[in-house]
């Protein structure tokens, strides 16, 4: 469904994607993961035909960004970073009017309308005007502008950013449902680690306009982390006494180990010691480790979005 090459966009001396390779296959669940200002989502508008790239090339869908925009267009939904200008209409009357541009009947527009505001949970605004709703109700509003028209691939440039715990795990829900029932195609970035992690089945970690790593989550954290088990004991003395029954070194009265499956081989490894611990800690890497052994910075430090980009369409 994507295949680009060395895909780059230059503003000014700025290199915001600086040579991407992607290949999104059809029915993917694809996770675009990295900082403030690593590009993501200036790729997604190079990929939706919003901006030009400055080299490199796209396909989208089986057309080209740049000579087969309208192609393109036709086949995608984008939903922005912050769509959500002020409107005067309806919410419902600009979903129906969203539908109608795709090529839809009044009549297949109103159904779908009807079931988009129904899942996302908008009914009790749906008739009031747009410029009257709330961030998080707006927000909702945009994604349902996306999913109008069923198309066969969707971009979603951080959809639950400003949503609330509650209405964030509907639309997941809602996507994830999407995918099972229609087979799209979904692109999508995050600032939530744990959205990527549990919604995506691969993840494309960029920063600095380049990709870093593009792996399913579960490799990614094998892959450039591990499990840790971490063992304390009563003193440094016994901590030196178990690393040297198992080959490890210990720091002060604790030993911390790597491993592949740490809470299958916990057991293993008490068994090998000469003295039990006083305590056992297991813990499984999360995608901001694999971020942080990779660049050497935490993704959480600027995980905010600033207001000011909420508005950046
Ligand atoms: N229209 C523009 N003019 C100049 N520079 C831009 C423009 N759009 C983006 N940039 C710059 O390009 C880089 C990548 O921006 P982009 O919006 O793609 O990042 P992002 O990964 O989406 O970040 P965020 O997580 O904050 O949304 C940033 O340095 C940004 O300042
Ligand atoms: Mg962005």
Redesign the pocket.
Known sequence: MIETRELTKL??D?R??DGINLTVARGELVALL??????????L?MLTTLIPPTSGSAQVAGFDVVRQQRDVRLRIGYIG?GNGAGHSQRGRDELISQGRAYGMTVRAARTRAAELIDSLGLSDVADRTVSTLSGGQRRRLDIAMGLIHAPELLFL??PSTGLDPQNRANLQEHIVRLRAEHGTTIVL?T?YLDEADSMAERVIV?DH?RVIADDSPQQLKAKHVGDRVILGFAGSEEAARAAAAIGAQHEGGFIRLTAEDGPREAPKILASLPITPTSIEVTRPTLDDVFLTLTGRSLREDSS?PAA?LV?A
Do not use: L, Y
């Open positions: 503003f000014k700025v915001a994607v990295g900082p403030n200002g690593a590009g993501k989502s200036t790729t508008r970073q440039d951080e970035t600032h960029i306009g979005t980009e950046e």
